[in-house]
């Protein structure tokens, strides 16, 4: 069997592509038919990655964010998305893209976003069908000593907040507000919310904590890379 075969049946044992929302687009958006030797595994893919990307030959990428999301209706040259996508098709590499399937997957991006920082955890539960994680800690953390494990960005903590239920969700969790709200928690914990969302859940009460979106997912590449060591590949991580 090929290299891209192993790959595609790791990625998709892993994160099953019909996992995904239906508005996301994932899978093997661009198909190559040359043997992996090299493969790189990336966020997003931009004009910034591709720039570190092209200085080596790699033949295959695994990105989260989808490169290709709305239909194409035309290729032009103006926008990045454009430019990139041109860059790969001339130079035969393919690319696939695990979103929102491998957010919710097991040991996915949430599973991860929560693992990293081990919180000393009584219960644990799926929210927004395992979108994100509800946890119960085992005793009732105080803020600055949580902050000392958890990298935000921002904070809007409500007055004299004990924390001891948390909402955690990596990238956007602007869809899951409404969810967090529901289960109760003290605190949410995730990427990016919207200002309104902000407003949301500052009058429900709940604490919030934004670690920044990309600063929220990018451990994934490393579980990526460690599910694909066994292959006889080289594969790079690129930030
Ligand atoms: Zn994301």
């Known amino acids: 069997m090929s290299v891209k075969h192993d790959i595609l049946s790791v990625m998709s044992q892993w994160a099953p592509e019909d996992t995904a929302e239906a508005w996301d687009n994932v899978g093997l958006q661009l198909d190559t038919q040359k043997p992996i030797e090299r493969l790189a595994i990336m966020l997003?893919?931009?004009?910034?990655?591709?720039?570190?990307?092209?200085?080596?030959?790699?033949?295959?990428?695994?990105?989260?964010?989808?490169?290709?999301?709305?239909?194409?209706?035309?290729?032009?040259?103006?926008?990045?998305?454009?430019?990139?996508?041109?860059?790969?098709?001339?130079?035969?590499?393919?690319?696939?893209?695990?979103?929102?399937?491998?957010?919710?997957?097991?040991?996915?991006?949430?599973?991860?976003?929560?693992?990293?920082?081990?919180?000393?955890?009584?219960?644990?539960?799926?929210?927004?069908?395992?979108?994100?994680?509800?946890?119960?800690?085992?005793?009732?953390?105080?803020?600055?000593?949580?902050?000392?494990?958890?990298p935000a960005v921002a904070q809007i903590i409500p007055n004299e907040l004990e924390i001891k239920t948390i909402a955690l969700c990596g990238g956007s969790g602007k869809s899951f507000v409404q969810d967090v709200i529901k289960s109760g928690v003290d605190l949410f914990i995730t990427g990016e919310l919207g200002y309104h969302d902000i407003q949301t859940l500052r009058q429900a009460k709940v604490g919030i904590l934004l670690l920044g979106h990309y600063q929220s997912e990018a451990f994934i590449c490393e579980g990526i890379k460690q599910r694909l060591e066994h292959l006889e590949i080289e594969i790079d991580i690129i930030k």
């Not at 989260?64 to 590499?93: A, C, M, S, T, Y």
């Not at 979103?99 to 081990?118: K, S």
């Not at 539960?125 to 009732?140: A, F, R, T």
Request: charged content about 30%; aromatic content about 12%; some cysteine.
């Open 44 to 150: 997003e893919f931009n004009l910034d990655t591709w720039a570190v990307f092209n200085e080596y030959d790699y033949d295959f990428v695994i990105c989260h964010h989808p490169l290709i999301f709305k239909p194409i209706q035309r290729l032009g040259h103006d926008e990045w998305q454009d430019q990139v996508l041109r860059n790969l098709i001339k130079k035969d590499i393919g690319l696939y893209v695990s979103h929102t399937n491998l957010d919710r997957a097991l040991d996915g991006v949430t599973d991860m976003l929560m693992r990293q920082y081990a919180f000393d955890i009584q219960r644990e539960e799926d929210l927004s069908n395992g979108y994100g994680k509800c946890i119960e800690l085992s005793e009732p953390a105080e803020l600055h000593l949580l902050l000392d494990k958890v």
